[in-house]
């Protein structure tokens, strides 16, 4: 589910936001406005470092098998990683439109937007090296 807010567009489970719409307006509702307030709370993690976050279940062997992969396939370092579980990462999944304590799938957190569950794997493997950003092409024809 994708988080709503003034001047953002979801598609299935990622959102895209205009400048705009990351400034708070008093003339949101409590939903929307708590929205915004993460979005700018987590902002200061993009200043100086524009890669993507990946968020993990830092506790699951089989999702650290999943970074491993992931770390071992981006040469270039394309990705930054944070656990589901720590503080960072519990702002970026409000950040996202999930509960905080929300720990049953992989996130992408971009600058403006989000990918969740399926949408972030192909998103991560536009991100890494060949031959994953064909695949990723390949599989987003096929239903999520």
Request: charged share 20%; aromatic share 8%; glycine share 6%.
């Amino acid at each position: 589910m994708a988080l709503q807010l003034p001047g953002c567009v979801g598609r299935f489970n990622s959102i895209t936001c205009s400048p705009r719409a990351l400034k708070v307006n008093n003339t949101l509702s409590q939903p929307r406005s708590d929205g915004v307030k993460w979005v700018e709370a987590t902002s200061s993690f993009f200043d100086q470092d524009k890669r993507p976050i990946m968020l993990f279940d830092g506790v699951c062997n089989l999702c650290n098998g999943g970074v491993n992969f992931v770390r071992h396939n981006d040469r270039n370092k394309t990705i930054r990683y944070e656990a589901l579980q720590s503080e960072a990462g519990k702002m970026l999944l409000k950040r996202s439109g999930r509960a905080p304590d929300d720990i049953s799938s992989v996130v992408l957190v971009e600058n403006h937007r989000s990918y969740i569950k399926s949408e972030a794997v192909l998103k991560i493997m536009e991100y890494i090296d060949l031959p994953f950003p064909q695949l990723a092409f390949l599989l987003q024809f096929v239903p999520l």
